[in-house]
């Protein structure tokens, strides 16, 4: 098994940043794809960002492109979500996973194996 642990979530003005972290429990980590999803109020959980086992592949929503960025420290075990120019539209719960089968359907939450318990993200106008 393998424990993921958000942290960097908070409150911020419209405009502003922020930056997600999620630290795992194993360095078995470094062989999975890494996805960051976020879930709003009555919403479906969606795909915000996602990066495969070495940091050379890196996937994104249409709606962060350009504003967010994902990256990975394999020799820490940890991965992160650099957010700038954040809207209210990005309020919501993020959480980290991890995919042991390389990510291919990486869009889908039901592919993940672990996540992480979600850390709170809200921005205000």
């Known amino acids: 098994q393998v424990q993921l642990v958000e942290s960097g979530g908070g409150s911020v003005q419209a405009g502003g940043s922020l930056r997600l972290s999620c630290a795992a429990s194993r360095r078995t980590f470094s062989f999975m794809y890494m996805g960051w999803f976020r879930q709003a109020p009555g919403k479906e959980r969606e795909f915000v960002a996602g990066?495969?086992?070495?940091?050379?592949?890196?996937n994104y929503e249409d709606f962060v492109k350009g504003r967010f960025t994902i990256s990975r420290d394999n020799a820490k075990n940890t991965a992160y979500l650099q957010m700038n120019s954040l809207k209210p539209d990005d309020t919501a719960v993020y959480y980290c996973a991890v995919d042991e089968k390389g990510g291919i359907y990486y869009r889908d939450a039901r592919k993940y194996d672990y996540w992480g318990q979600g850390t709170q993200v809200t921005v205000s106008s």
């Open positions: 990066i495969s086992m070495s940091g050379g592949t890196t």
